[in-house]
Structures are given as structure tokens and as C-alpha cells.
């Protein structure tokens, strides 16, 4: 198992530096810059400022520096946001994006995986169609209209929260809902789904064969199994919502990681184009090990270690 | 680690109230709301759309970041809200030599820094020479080019700051020296490139020139306005608190000032739930209905703010300036503001809008669809026919793409072309048009002073900002004219010719003159409506309101 | 696969389908507004562009049956229009995650070792892209139109699908017929397409139905990055988010693209299960 991790880790070095890479040469081949504005500037202001940031220099160059640079931790200047760097800005969000998208992880685990459960024990009946006509209702709602909904009843009509901001406890209620939503109504479709195919799977008959109670069976041997699918998605779910939600973030004014993620490549701010894919990057490499790793305790048949 | 443990506490924490909540919440009680507790307080809540680019005033252009800088800082003189006349800032008095080229400015003795150093002439050098030094890329370096020599030291072409007409005389004068008379002149200098920065504390921080001196940040930033700057994390609030050292603080009224950098709709919705005072704008979609209920939190106030087309003169069909002209004579405007932007809005028929009161103009346009055929019909396409395929590219937003699919109605009923509508992300559109790889493009332009020029300086061959690739020899000198004019009468006859060309070349469409709206609460006091959207902070003040 | 009757499994799965009630209605349901969307032209006496600026933002009347919205066009006709572009994205991006992401998913699962580790660090590095950035870039390279929103969606698309099978795919190898199909000496391909795949169909049918939503979604996002279809033309996606902006005052905007959308996921959704169920092997014909 060590040894698996490791060797994974260290797999994770020649991935992140093509995803760099790539990311690098993309986001200057894109066309626009990041002192492209409304009110343009001379082509003499223009040359001036790309000189002073360095990226008047041949782009291997450039690539090399900052790869040197990243290799002593430094992502390197904000061009959008001049006289702060990159990691400190990424740093002072990662808390508040975290906070919210492990709230919203849980609450998407403890609903979706319960519902789905209780739909696959009486498929095809009205319990099933009521709970996954439920989660159909929570895909159907993009957050993009389901966050403005939300506030409109509670925040304006009821008066029970805030309409924005991220201060007191109450002000995480409903980013949180609106955040876990689509993951729980996801998780409640695969799991239904996976746990009816398990049930007809002949340990499963074996076990029940054997007289074992029913929720014995259900929970240990089939939940066991049915969750291969919803651990398999959880690795870049989590990672997704750890790095935080643009339309969530916009719409209840939460100073996460997520706005920035977009309004970066927006502002063709390269630094932190790059800081936030690289943090991203890392995300998804450590869930999906984290999740392989689920997956072989899960299910003791699946060897991760083989090397065939 | 900490963190971690941390998350872990209010995760649990969360969970229990989350649970508690769903329980009891119709029942709980609140106690005042954020803007009432903020009332109190005197801290004024406001939204401000973007996180600024800078807190340098001079290597600034954007809007949201005027907002704050006139709290962090003062020019020479203000523009009284009321009226927008010029009354004393950091010059007490100021006299305007015979020939109007040459400025004294008194400046008071007791003003200072936000550090508490003493603020003089010489601050005032050093900015201006910053501003204009051609080792800094300032947006707005053009607004100080109204000092004698002041383009030439921008350009590199002299490199002697003694010769640019600016001169501390003491320590307590500044004489500014004009290339020409120039009626705006005083509105200019309020502006943000003519702020003063601190020397010592930019050159403490580094390089006075780098565009990321840190001297911007928290705890290093200096500046000499009402406010000075408290806190600032990105994409949450800026905020700025009163700046003991001030002049004039036994007339600042507010304590704190709080920026916001939110949506149209998030704003809105913190409006409507007491968390903001007053809001950036407010949403188009939204006006028509406001305008129809009356709504009285609404503040909708005519502005030079400038909606129009751009067209690339080069490419055909667009060359030919009967083809312009018949795009422009085709638009029923009034149904585009009445409907979809907002019904306060005034359709554009000049380039200059009525909210500048020293100017007149002589010609506008005539929507007339029939003579709108006749033209296209001369230029080779009757009823439309043979007209070759043409773009109008626009930055996504809502706003944007209705009036572009409205427009491109109007062209094709009345006269029976078909324009292609083509949106991109803001970058790419700023791309395209700096390379000019388009047709028609959307625009807007913001003027900074009230004065014709603000606008019809533009479209001279040689401005940064004419992206239509039209030059007009007979243009570039009426404005010239125009500048070294002595008498206002001369000088608005050659505006209005020059104007006049504009409207017969037509390498710009007007569309319309856009309203700056705002939600505005009751307990707002001090606070005028006019044109240009300026409200120093030091006339305002909150007073608990029922509404 | 141990089916001796004299019917066909194709017949039989037909039959069972027939059988699931909610099924049946959700296969109506999505008949009917494909077949609206369709005819559209013939529907409607209006157009998806025509405008009657005076009559911007009406309430549904007898005119419109569903309003208009506010530059006057008909919206009725507008989501019909609409629902064309979103069904042909959402058929797109199911055929991509179909024919991608389950043979990569399910060859990364059933090889393993360093096979699959490569593999899935590919997806990991697609995975981690930024997207936007890609987009604009694809429109740089290839231009406008069909290809690169098709090619915009097939990049991530399968993504999802091909991680889900893998994780799949590694359980039902182990299991014992697929041992037995070892020991008998069946080829890879055939372990793959009649014992392995069969048995994570379940998985892969949920995870296809909802792929549609997402992609609907999407769709208006590329729009937004001026990628897909432009102005005056619409989608549901698109037509959504415009409402959601005035959806106090002119809530009909709204409301009758999302109950167009959520007819349509819905009744995919209950297909879906049924088509689960009936292409099962093991499964019971249904009540």
C-alpha cells in the first residue's frame, strides 16, 4: 500500500508539470492580455508594462523563469491585482472556499447517498419516484437560478438571512443548500442506480440465501459495493467545490476561491491563471488517490498494488 | 494545521445551528439591520461592481476605482455635487491669469498627509511629474497634457520636467502654466491623474514607477483625503476610514466607508435586504418596471455616458459612407431606450449629450427611413440586395445583446440587410478591435469632464482611443482651433463643424445616452444628483430615515 | 447472458421497457416536445426572431400563448427554437461520453497496473485545464460554428463517464465469471463487451442522464464565450438564465423554459431507469 502511494506521488509530479505547461502556453496564445482595457493605452505604455513583468521575452524564457520560480514556491505577481502576489490572495481564499464546499460535501453525502438508499430498497414505487422526482428537482435547478430563488423567498420575502456576505453562522445556510444541491441529487441517481444493480448480484442473493437479515444485507454487503460509484465521483466532486463555486460565490457575495478561478482567466491575469489551476490540479491528484485507495477498502477484491 | 482543527469546530457548529435553524427560524427574532446598525455607526455601505485595479490614482481608469480614490484623496479643487463648480480642495483660492493659461494655486497651510506630514507644492510637482513621465503607464496621462509641454514630456521628446509648465513658486503655491485656454481646465484638475501621491511613502516601497509598488496595500498607503484606507481584501470589501490629519474633518461626516465588489443582482438583492445603502447600478431588465412603480429608492440621473456603434471604415461595405450613414438613419432610437435600456435615457442624435450645458449642436441626426433606402440604394444595394455579409461584434452582456438583436431587427425591416450578431468575452473583443478585425462594434465611452471635447477629441486621426481608422484632415484642425480659440462663441462654432463632419462621415453610430441609476436608501443625506455621478464623500451623511 | 428462450434479448428488453409504466411516460413525454420542437415552423405563426418592440414582456394571452419576452418575440416559439439546439447538445455530449468515456473507461479499469494509472492521470490532466481559456483558444484555432462547440464538448464530456466505468470496471473484473470467461479462454474484447460492460450498463445509463442537464447548461456558458450559436438564436439554457433576471417581474421568462427543461430531464430521468432495468439481464421483468 506504501508503496502504491508513493509511487502515485510520484506519478503526480510529471502530471502537474504537463497541466503547468499546457496551462502556460494556452493562456498566452488566447488572444487579449492583461492591460487590455476599455480605455486603451499607447503601444509605448502598452510595451512598458509587459516589459516590466517580463513578458516582452521570448516565451521559453518566460516558461523556464517561472517554472525556476514556482520550483522556490513563488507564483509571482497579480497583474490584476498589482502590489500583491499570486499565493497570498490564493491563500487568504482557500479557508472560506474549503469551509464551503466541505459544508456542502456532507450535506450532498448525508442526502443524496440516503435518499438514493431508501429509493433502491422499494424501486419502482411511489417512495422511489417521490425521492428521485426530488433529486430530479435539485438537477433542474441550476445554482445560477436556485440561489436567487433561495434568497428571494428567505432572504427577501421571509427576512430569515442575509441576502449576502459570509460573516455569521446563519449566512452559510443557504450557499451551503444551493452548493449541495446538485451533488446530492447526483449522488441520490447513482446510488439508487447502484444499489439496485448490486441487489441482483449473486452474493447478494447468496447472502440473502444464507438467512441473513435484510438490512444486514443491505447495508453491509450492498451499500458496501453500491458506494464503488459515488466514491468514484467524489474524488473531483470534492475537488470542485473545495476550490470553491463562481456562481455561488457571486450571487451570496462570498470571497472564495471560485470567482477568482474564473475572473482570472477574464482578466488574462497569467499568475493567477496558473496558481489557481496548479492549486486545482493538486486537488484532483490527491482526491483521486484518496478515492483509489477508498475503492480498494470498499471492495477488498479490487487490487490497487498489482502492477501487471 | 491550526486551520484545519478550526474548520472542524465551525463544521460542527454549523451542522447544530443548521438543524436548530430549520427549527425555530420563523420565530427568531433579529436585531437591527446591517444598514440601520451602520446608520448608527455613520459607516456608509456601498456596492462598487469590481475590485479596483489599483489604489494608485494614477495608474488607474476605471470607474470603481474613482469611487474610492475620491475618498482617499483630493485634487486641487472639488466639484461641488450641486452644481459641479469648483470650490477649494487642497487649494484654498486660485487666480487665472488674463489670457486663461495660466493658474496660482494657494495652497492651505494646515493640509497634510493621512501620515500626518505636511502636504505642499512640491508634492504636487513630484505627482504631476509622475503622472506624465513616460516611465509610468498612466491611462489617463492625456487629462495633464493640458500643461504646457506636459505631451512632450510624456512622448520622451523632452526630458527636462523644469520646462513643463507646472512651478511651485513656495511652498505653498503652485503655478500651473496652460498650452491652452481651456474652459474645463478646473473640472480636469479634481480629476484622479492630478491627484498627489506621497513621495516618501512610493519610495520607501520601491520603484516610484512599478506598476506593483506595494506601496497600494494596507498599512502602506498614504493619501490626503477624507478617508484613508483601513482595510482591503479582494473580492470582499474596501474599507476606508476617517483620516485624522484631514483639513477639513470637522466637516466629514461619515466615519468609515465600506465598498462592496458585487453583481448588479447580488447588490440588488443586498439592497433590498438592508445590507447596503446605496448600490453601483442597477440592472437594465429592471428599469422599466422601477420606472413604472415609481419606486422611490430608484436615483436615475442623465450622464454623458455614451452608447454607440463603431465602424470600421476600411473594410467594405462599410467604406463607404453612405452605407454608414443609411446604418444610422435606420434606427429608431427611441424605441430601443423607451423599451429596453432604460425609459429615462435619452436616444442619442448627437455625439454630445444635452447634460453639457455650454454646448449647442448645430446638426443631428434625422432618423428617416426612406432617405436611409435612398442611400443604400445609390451605394449599390436597393431593398438590401447584394449586401455582403456583415458582423456586429459585442462583449457579452445582457444589456448588449438585446440592443444588438433589436438593431439588427430595425436593419433588416427597414432596409433589408442582414447583419450577423457575433458576441466574445470582454479580452477577445478588446483584441479584435485593437487589431480593428472588425465591422461594426459595440462601445461605450465614459467623459470625465462636461465639455464637447471629452468626447469629440476621440475621432482626430491621432487618438489612442479612434479605433474606426477614419481621418479627417479638415477634423484634426477644427479641433485644434477649437483648443487655441479665445472666446467661448468661437470656440463652440468650430466644435459644432467639427461635430457637423462626425454626423455627415459617420464613423461612429450614436445609440443613446446612458442614465447612471442607483438604489439610493432613505437615510442617504447630503447626496445630489448630477451628470457626472460625483459625490464627495465629505457632503454626505446618515441620518436614521423611516421610509 | 444465460438467455435460452426463443425471443431475442432485444425483444425481451423491449417488452420489459413496455412494462415500466413511468418509463413509457417519460418515452411520450420526450416524443411530444422533440416532435414540438421539430415542426416548430409549422406550429407558430411567428418567428424565433421576429420582434414587436411595443409588445415587449407580455403576460401569456391568447396571442402568445406563453408571453413574449422583452424585445416582443413570441416565447413559445422561442423555447420550441430553443429546445432544438438543446436537444442537439444534449444528444451530442451523450454520444461523446457514450463512445469516449466508457470504452476508455472501462479499458483503463479492465487493463489496470500502469495502463490505468496513465490513463486516468490523462483524464486528471484534462480534467485540470482551465476551461475557459481552452474555449477561447478553440475558437482562435478552429473558428466558429458546429465543429469547435462540438469538439468544445467532447473535450470534458466523457470525463466523468470514463472515471465512474474505471472504478466500475475494477470491481465486476474480479468477480468470478469473469474469471470463468479467463479460464474458457475468451478474447479481451469479448470479456469486455459481453461480460464487463453489460454489468456496469446501470452506471452508465444514470451517469448518461445526467450528462444531458449539465451539458444543456454549458451549452449557454460557451455562448457566453461567444462559442455555439449567437443571437437571435436560443436555447433553453440560454433562455433560462435571461429569466432568472426578472423573475419578479416577468416571471414567465422563467417559469416556461424551466418547465420545458425539467420535463425533458424528468422524463429522460424515468426512461433511463426503465431502460436500466429492461436492458438488465438479471433483473425481473418490472411490475
Known amino acids: 500500500m506504501l508503496s502504491f502511494i508513493i509511487k502515485r506521488i510520484l506519478e503526480a509530479i510529471p502530471v502537474l508539470l504537463i497541466i503547468i505547461t499546457a496551462t502556460f502556453f494556452m493562456i498566452r496564445l488566447a488572444p487579449g492580455g492583461p492591460f487590455d482595457a476599455e480605455r486603451a493605452l499607447t503601444e509605448e505604455a502598452m510595451e512598458r508594462l509587459n516589459a516590466y513583468y517580463g513578458l516582452d521575452k521570448p516565451l521559453f524564457e518566460q516558461y523556464t523563469q517561472y517554472l525556476g520560480n514556482l520550483f522556490r514556491g513563488d507564483l509571482g505577481p497579480s497583474l490584476k491585482y498589482p502590489g500583491f502576489t499570486v499565493s497570498e490572495i490564493i491563500f487568504e481564499k482557500i479557508p472560506i472556499s474549503m469551509e464551503l464546499g466541505l459544508y456542502a460535501f456532507c450535506l450532498a453525502m448525508l442526502f443524496g447517498v440516503t435518499a438514493g438508499v431508501c429509493a433502491s430498497l422499494r424501486p419502482n414505487t411511489w417512495l422511489d419516484y417521490s425521492t428521485m422526482s426530488f433529486a430530479m428537482t435539485g438537477i433542474c435547478l441550476p445554482s445560477f437560478v436556485l440561489g436567487p430563488l433561495l434568497l428571494l423567498v428567505f432572504a427577501l420575502h421571509f427576512e430569515w438571512f442575509n441576502a449576502s456576505g459570509w460573516m455569521s453562522g446563519t449566512d452559510k445556510i443557504l450557499p451551503t443548500i444551493t452548493l449541495a444541491v446538485y451533488l446530492a441529487a447526483t449522488l441520490a441517481r447513482i446510488t439508487r442506480g447502484s444499489m439496485l444493480e448490486v441487489q441482483s448480484q449473486d452474493y447478494m442473493r447468496t447472502a440473502k440465501a444464507k438467512g441473513l437479515p435484510g438490512w444486514r444485507v443491505h447495508f453491509i454487503h450492498g451499500l458496501r459495493n453500491a458506494l464503488l460509484p459515488v466514491v468514484s465521483i467524489s474524488g473531483p466532486a470534492l475537488a470542485g467545490l473545495i476550490s470553491g463555486s463562481f456562481v455561488v460565490e457571486t450571487v451570496y457575495h462570498i470571497p472564495g476561491l471560485g470567482r477568482f478561478f474564473v475572473q482570472a482567466a477574464f482578466n488574462r491575469d497569467y499568475s493567477m491563471i496558473l496558481g489557481t489551476v496548479l492549486f486545482f490540479a493538486v486537488l484532483i491528484v490527491m482526491f483521486n488517490l484518496l478515492v483509489d485507495i477508498v475503492l480498494a477498502w470498499l471492495n477488498p477484491r479490487i487490487k490497487i498494488t498489482q502492477s501487471t | 494545521m491550526t486551520s484545519t482543527f478550526k474548520h472542524r469546530n465551525k463544521s460542527l457548529f454549523l451542522s447544530t445551528t443548521l438543524t436548530l435553524l430549520i427549527l425555530i427560524s420563523p420565530g427568531c427574532s433579529k436585531g437591527p439591520t446591517p444598514v440601520a446598525q451602520a446608520t448608527k455607526d455613520k459607516i456608509l455601505l456601498m456596492g462598487n461592481s469590481g475590485d479596483p485595479q489599483s489604489l494608485d490614482p494614477h495608474i488607474t481608469a476605471g470607474y470603481p476605482e474613482k469611487k474610492i480614490h475620491s475618498g482617499l484623496f483630493e485634487g486641487l479643487v472639488l466639484m461641488h455635487p450641486e452644481d459641479l463648480s469648483p470650490i477649494p480642495g487642497v487649494a484654498e483660492s486660485w487666480d487665472v491669469s488674463e489670457d486663461g493659461k495660466t493658474y496660482t494655486f494657494h495652497l492651505r497651510k494646515e493640509a497634510r498627509w493621512s501620515n500626518g506630514a505636511p502636504l505642499t507644492a512640491q508634492d504636487f510637482l513630484f505627482s504631476l511629474e509622475r503622472v506624465l513621465s513616460p516611465n509610468i503607464s498612466a491611462p489617463y496621462a492625456y487629462t495633464v497634457f493640458l500643461l504646457k509641454n506636459g505631451q512632450a514630456y510624456h512622448n520622451g521628446t523632452l526630458t527636462d520636467f523644469s520646462k513643463v509648465g507646472a512651478k511651485a513658486l513656495d511652498e505653498h503655491t503652485l503655478q500651473l502654466e496652460l498650452e491652452n485656454p481651456t474652459p474645463y481646465f478646473l473640472q480636469m484638475v479634481s480629476q484622479h491623474a492630478w491627484y498627489p501621491v506621497h513621495k516618501a511613502t512610493i519610495l520607501k516601497h520601491g520603484d516610484p514607477y512599478a506598476p506593483n509598488n506595494p506601496w497600494v496595500r494596507p498599512g502602506n498607503h498614504v493619501g490626503n483625503g477624507p478617508f484613508a484606507l483601513k482595510e482591503w481584501r479582494a473580492s470582499d470589501v474596501i474599507k476606508i476610514e476617517r483620516n485624522p490629519h484631514y483639513w477639513d474633518k470637522e466637516n466629514v461626516h461619515l466615519n468609515e466607508v465600506h465598498f462592496f465588489p458585487m453583481d448588479p443582482e447580488t447588490e440588488e438583492r443586498a439592497f433590498r435586504s438592508n445590507q447596503l445603502h446605496y448600490t453601483y447600478r442597477v440592472v437594465e431588465d429592471k428599469l422599466r418596471d422601477l420606472f413604472a412603480k415609481e419606486a422611490p429608492e430608484l436615483v436615475s440621473t442623465p450622464s454623458p455616458i455614451f452608447f454607440h456603434f463603431i465602424l470600421n471604415t476600411q473594410v467594405p461595405p462599410l467604406n463607404d459612407k453612405r452605407v454608414r450613414k443609411a446604418l444610422s438613419l435606420a434606427i429608431n432610437r427611441k424605441a430601443l431606450t423607451a423599451r429596453i435600456t432604460g425609459p429615462n435615457d435619452s436616444p442619442a442624435y448627437n455625439f454630445i449629450s444635452p447634460v453639457v450645458s455650454n454646448y449647442t449642436p448645430a446638426v443631428s441626426v434625422k432618423e428617416d427611413i426612406q432617405y436611409a433606402k435612398a442611400l443604400l440604394a445609390e451605394a449599390g444595394y436597393p431593398n438590401g440586395e447584394g449586401f455582403p455579409q456583415v458582423e456586429l461584434l459585442y462583449h457579452t452582456a445582457e444589456i448588449n445583446r438585446k440592443l444588438a438583436q433589436a438593431i439588427q431587427e430595425m436593419w433588416k425591416k427597414n432596409l433589408g440587410i442582414n447583419i450577423t450578431l457575433q458576441n466574445q468575452e470582454w479580452k477577445v473583443v478588446l483584441a479584435n478591435r485593437a487589431k480593428k478585425q472588425f465591422e461594426i462594434l459595440r462601445n461605450a465611452w465614459l467623459p470625465r469632464y462636461l465639455d464637447a471635447n471629452a468626447s469629440l477629441a476621440l475621432y482626430t486621426s491621432d487618438s489612442t482611443q479612434n479605433h474606426t481608422s477614419w481621418a479627417h484632415p479638415g477634423y484634426d484642425a477644427l479641433l485644434e482651433q477649437a483648443a487655441a480659440a479665445n472666446n467661448p462663441e468661437e470656440r463652440l462654432s468650430h466644435l459644432q463643424a467639427a461635430e457637423a463632419i462626425l454626423l455627415e462621415e459617420v464613423p461612429i453610430i450614436p445609440i443613446y445616452f446612458i442614465n447612471s441609476n442607483h438604489f439610493k436608501h432613505a437615510d442617504i443625506k447630503g447626496w445630489y444628483p448630477n451628470a457626472l455621478d460625483e459625490h464627495p464623500y465629505k457632503f454626505i451623511y446618515l441620518e436614521n430615515t423611516p421610509s | ?287
Open chain 3, 1 to 287: 447472458m444465460n438467455e435460452a428462450d426463443s425471443i431475442s434479448p432485444w425483444a425481451q428488453s423491449w417488452y420489459r421497457l413496455k412494462q415500466h409504466r413511468m418509463a413509457m411516460l417519460g418515452l411520450i413525454l420526450l416524443s411530444i416536445i422533440g416532435l414540438l420542437c421539430l415542426i416548430a415552423p409549422w406550429l407558430t405563426s411567428y418567428t424565433y426572431r421576429e420582434q414587436n418592440i411595443d409588445l415587449g414582456a407580455i403576460p401569456p394571452c391568447a396571442e402568445h400563448w406563453l408571453g413574449t419576452d422583452t424585445l416582443g418575440r413570441d416565447l413559445f416559439t422561442r423555447i420550441l427554437y430553443g429546445g432544438r439546439i438543446s436537444f442537439m447538445v444534449g444528444l451530442i455530449a451523450t454520444a461523446v461520453s457514450l463512445l469516449i468515456g466508457v470504452p476508455y473507461g472501462a479499458l483503463s479499469g479492465y487493463l489496470g497496473g500502469r495502463t490505468d494509472r496513465f490513463m486516468m492521470r490523462v483524464v486528471e490532466i484534462i480534467y485540470s485545464l482551465p476551461y475557459t481559456i481552452f474555449v477561447i483558444l478553440l475558437m482562435v484555432v478552429v473558428g466558429r460554428g458546429l465543429l469547435p462547440l462540438l469538439l468544445a464538448i467532447g473535450a470534458v464530456e466523457w470525463l466523468a463517464m470514463a472515471r465512474l466505468v474505471r472504478g466500475q470496471v475494477l470491481a465486476v473484473k474480479e468477480q468470478e465469471f469473469v474469471q470463468a470467461a479467463h479460464v474458457l479462454g475468451q478474447s479481451n474484447f469479448k470479456i469486455l463487451s459481453k461480460h464487463i460492460i453489460p454489468n456496469v450498463l446501470g452506471t452508465v445509463i444514470v451517469c448518461a442522464t445526467l450528462t444531458v442537464p449539465s451539458v444543456m447548461l454549458l451549452e449557454s456558458f460557451l455562448s457566453f464565450l461567444g462559442l455555439g450559436i449567437q443571437a437571435p438564436m436560443t436555447s433553453w439554457g440560454d433562455l433560462i438564465k435571461d429569466g432568472v433576471v426578472t423573475l419578479e417581474e416577468y416571471p414567465w421568462m422563467l417559469i416556461f423554459p424551466s418547465i420545458f427543461f425539467s420535463v425533458t430531464l424528468f422524463s429522460l430521468n424515468f426512461l433511463g431507469d426503465g431502460l436500466r432495468d429492461a436492458l438488465d439481464p438479471r433483473v425481473e421483468a418490472a411490475r
